[in-house]
């Protein structure tokens, strides 16, 4: 049974960092390709970033040069490193594979 837990959103200023985390279940993060996504509330989920079986990595425009998404095969988790955050990129982050997706975690940034 596939499943994915994300945990790390939070509030932050302007500038600040957050670390996500999902844990995963069911698929091996290794042998995989793994997204995150986010979505705000009354749009679509956009894409953020992905990383492919082979540890390719790849992200939308907007956050290029900020985020970074990783994995740990011991663990089976992946994770997205967030810096230099913007109000912009306040939205519910979700982890994802083979078409299944996690519960969502908040990440606000606001003064």
């Known amino acids: 049974q596939v499943q994915l837990v994300e945990s790390g959103g939070g509030l932050v200023q302007p500038g600040g960092s957050l670390r996500l985390s999902c844990a995963v279940s069911?698929?091996?993060?290794?042998?995989?390709?793994m997204y995150w996504y986010r979505q705000v509330l009354g749009k679509e989920r956009e894409w953020v970033a992905l990383?492919?079986?082979?540890?390719?990595?790849s992200y939308t425009d907007s956050v290029k040069g900020r985020f970074t998404i990783s994995r740990d095969a011991a663990k089976n988790t992946i994770s997205l490193q967030m810096d230099s955050l913007r109000p912009e990129d306040t939205a519910v982050y979700y982890c994802?594979?083979?078409?299944?997706w996690g519960q969502g975690t908040q990440v606000s940034v606001s003064t």
């Open positions: 994802g594979a083979r078409g299944r």
């Open positions: 069911g698929i091996i993060v290794s042998s995989d390709t």
């Open positions: 990383i492919t079986s082979g540890g390719s990595t």
